[in-house]
């Protein structure tokens, strides 16, 4: 089976343009985690969705973020406008949730840069 | 928010060599994992821990939960060049029902053959 997907893999854009991150998560699964990870701040979780559902978005930063999950396999998240400080290496994980399990197999990432 | 505090920072030895890292919690965690991140790809789950005392191997890897449940550690035996990466524990919080994990900031490997 194919693991998680991401694209792009990577990102170069303006200050205040539109971004949109893709995640495809593990066939199955129902679990869904977007982080960002930094080398001053390290990984970072933004939100996480549990059956399409947003459980737990405390780690966004700010309302030029968003995350949604059209369906039970594909998640977008949108930074809208961008900032240079939004430059990081996003990585969503994919995860089956069931009683004991809190494994996470996280995605090749993408790589934004905001210029 | 929890913190977990991971040692060392950065390692640097020589293959062959054996190599103990650990992450520590000020507070009880149900769950133990340890990731190893290669340069640009994401994490990889290497092991997971889900009781006290319990202690799991995967090849060459060695991790073990804590009695006190506040701490884990990852051993790795006859290091070779190909363990050069960052390795990165991650837990739940026991006083927490959230499934999200929260992440050590990482013990850098580099192996010199």
């Known amino acids: 089976d194919a693991g998680v997907i991401q694209s792009p893999r990577h990102e170069v854009t303006e200050m205040g343009q539109e971004v949109t991150l893709r995640c495809k998560l593990i066939?199955?699964?129902?679990?869904l985690f977007w982080y960002r990870q930094t080398m001053m701040r390290g990984l970072e979780l933004l939100i996480y969705?549990?059956?399409?559902?947003?459980?737990?978005d405390s780690g966004m930063p700010e309302d030029r973020f968003s995350a949604k999950m059209p369906n039970a396999s594909f998640s977008t998240l949108k930074i809208q406008p961008s900032e240079p400080r939004d430059s990081a290496v996003y990585f969503c994980?994919?995860?089956?949730?069931?009683?004991?399990?809190?494994?996470?197999?996280f995605g090749p990432g993408t790589r934004l840069t905001v210029t | 928010g929890q913190q977990l505090n991971q040692s060392p920072q950065s390692m640097f030895i020589q293959e062959g060599e054996d190599v103990s890292m650990n992450c520590t919690s000020s507070s009880i965690f149900n769950t133990w994992l340890w990731y190893k991140q290669d340069p640009g790809e994401g994490p990889v789950l290497l092991i997971a821990?889900?009781?006290?005392?319990e202690l799991t191997s995967n090849g060459r890897l060695t991790a073990q939960f804590g009695i006190t449940r506040k701490d884990s550690f990852l051993n790795i035996s006859a290091s070779i060049p190909s363990d050069v990466g960052i390795y990165f524990c991650?837990?739940?919080?026991?006083?927490?029902?959230?499934?999200?994990?929260?992440f050590g900031s990482g013990t850098r490997l580099q192996v010199q053959p």
């Open positions: 991650a837990g739940q919080p026991q006083d927490t029902g959230r499934r999200a994990l929260t």
């Open positions: 821990l889900y009781k006290a005392g």
């Open positions: 066939s199955g699964h129902n679990s």
């Open positions: 969705f549990n059956n399409n559902v947003p459980i737990d």
């Open positions: 994980a994919s995860s089956l949730a069931r009683a004991g399990s809190l494994k996470q197999y």
